[in-house]
């Protein structure tokens, strides 16, 4: 996979969670998305991600490792 592949990849998959296309992942988006995870987890996982603590995922925060 080139890196346009390996970018626009992460693109159509953060568009995917992105469900009301506002440009951010919120919570309620990030809770439907992965239902499966326990409550922990989700938690755990969302603090990761949401690295400035706004209360969102941007895709800057989403492609950051």
Request: no cysteine.
């Amino acid at each position: 996979m080139t890196d346009a592949e390996f970018q626009q990849n992460l693109i159509e998959k953060f568009k995917k969670l992105d469900a009301d296309s506002d440009g951010n992942i919120s919570f309620n988006e990030y809770q439907e998305a992965f239902k499966e995870f326990s409550e922990k987890t989700l938690e755990d996982l969302w603090n990761y991600m949401n690295k400035d603590k706004d209360g969102f995922i941007s895709f800057e925060e989403f492609k950051t490792p």
